[in-house]
């Protein structure tokens, strides 16, 4: 063991999470691959779990990001204006809400995912007087006491400490069994239909596009309308948390953007910074923009690096369709190379865009192929209910030949996992 990999089991908690399944340590990094102290060089398919779309220390981002440093531009500005955020703004106005015809306000809280949720659930119930939400089966909504509410997972909603209220959990798109009478929305639209189902209209339905921590469930088009339908007729709001599923790592911008969908309420992260600072956003429509000043407050409510380097990346990739079709073209190319090693060794895949994996069949098998990337030099990660979905988060701008080679080491872990199943 290291002298460094000796301090962090000596003197960091217990809560250590991803650095178990890649216990080495990190230098540097660049694009697409992550560079140990040793030299070693590993592909990354799990990009800082979706928070570097645009890869690791794009040269742009990076540049303006040292250039608004040596000018001294604010780095820490509570919520004041600085000229960081409002080009920003102009920017998200510019490049993303006007092309796409939409009207948000955008509210910008502490700087996690969970921030945003927990923002955005507040809203929804100071909007409607109401205080239940509706969340679905295998969501993942963060780990903050409200966020945790909403996010199915047994073993993290195990750590909360006390009970976790104030949310309904239905079944998600595709949940129940084949063969079952309805998709879940029937269900759902019955019980809110019926005043006796003891299911009263929620402030709001949360949901994820594509359940990233959930196991890349994809909910269809149709779904997502149907669930805007029911909280048009109940006076509930439409969240969709687009933390993991947003940025481009479906395809376009938003996730939902070709459902035909107008959520009430949007939640960003992760990537929204462009370069992994850490950075989230609440879209709201304007209407529903009843917040009290400094009513939802904090002290980290905007981070002016990261509108920088934000601001950079919308510029560079969302000016028109470029990006968004080699993203979906690159997607393509994923899916058809999943499904054969999927094929070989009789799994399914999962999941849409450049948001894809294999499920395997058990979280112990997803598990011990990573360990088989790793040793080859890829960082890759499960997710799903058993972890048993080998997720592929690849940076959305890797090139295909780097892809190629990561999913070629992904290949030879699985074929090398089943031979010595197969032996076992
Ligand atoms: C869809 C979704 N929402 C919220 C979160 C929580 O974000 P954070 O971990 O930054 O709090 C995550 C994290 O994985 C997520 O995938």
Not at 149 to 170: D, I, K
Not at 390 to 411: H, M, S, Y
Request: glycine share 12%; aromatic share 8%; net charge negative.
């Amino acid at each position: 063991m290291s002298a460094a990999i000796e301090t962090f089991t000596r003197r960091e908690s217990e809560i250590r999470s991803y650095c178990r399944s890649f216990p080495i340590v990190f230098e540097r990094a660049q694009g697409a691959e992550l560079i140990a102290a040793d030299g070693r060089r590993y592909i990354d398919f799990l990009a800082g779990c979706s928070t570097l779309n645009y890869g690791h220390n794009d040269a742009d981002m990076k540049l303006a990001l040292v250039d608004y440093i040596l000018r001294d531009g604010v780095a820490h500005g509570l919520d004041m204006y600085t000229e960081a955020k409002a080009r920003f703004l102009t920017a998200f106005e510019d490049i993303i809400l006007t092309p796409r015809s939409m009207d948000y306000r955008l509210q910008f809280t502490g700087p996690t995912g969970a921030n945003a949720v927990e923002a955005a659930l507040k809203l929804a119930r100071k909007v409607t007087g109401r205080h239940q939400v509706v969340a679905f089966t295998n969501g993942f909504h963060g780990v903050t006491l409200g966020a945790l509410a909403c996010t199915g997972n047994g073993y993290h909603r195990g750590g909360a400490g006390l009970p976790l209220e104030g949310v309904t959990r239905m079944p998600y798109d595709g949940y129940l069994a084949d063969g079952a009478t309805g998709t879940g929305l029937e269900m759902l639209a019955q019980m809110l239909d019926d005043p006796s189902s003891g299911l009263e209209p929620p402030a709001a339905f949360i949901v994820e596009t594509v359940q990233g921590e959930g196991g890349l469930n994809v909910a269809s088009a149709e779904w997502m309308r149907g669930l805007e339908q029911l909280a048009r007729k109940h006076g509930s709001l439409l969240i969709v948390d687009d933390i993991q599923a947003g940025c481009g790592r479906t395809g376009s911008f938003f996730s939902f953007e070709e459902m035909g969908i107008s959520p009430d309420i949007v939640t960003l992260a992760k990537s929204l910074s462009g370069m992994g600072l850490p950075f989230a956003m609440v879209m709201l429509k304007p209407e529903h923009d009843i917040w009290q000043p400094a009513e939802h407050n904090g002290t980290f409510r905007g981070n002016n690096h990261a509108f920088v380097t934000a601001r950079v990346a919308l510029e560079k990739f969302w000016k028109d369709d470029a990006f968004a079709n080699q993203v979906f073209a690159k997607g393509e190319h994923l899916g058809k190379r999943l499904a054969e090693i999927a094929g070989k060794h009789g799994c399914g895949t999962k999941g849409r865009g450049m948001f894809r994996g294999i499920e395997v069949r058990d979280g112990e098998t997803a598990s011990a192929i990573c360990a088989a990337c790793f040793e080859r030099g890829l960082v890759i990660e499960t997710s799903g209910a058993h972890d048993e979905v080998v997720k592929v988060l690849a940076p959305l701008t890797i090139k295909t030949e780097q892809l190629d080679a990561g999913l070629d080491i992904l290949a030879e872990a699985f074929a090398e996992t089943h031979r010595s199943a197969a032996a076992a």
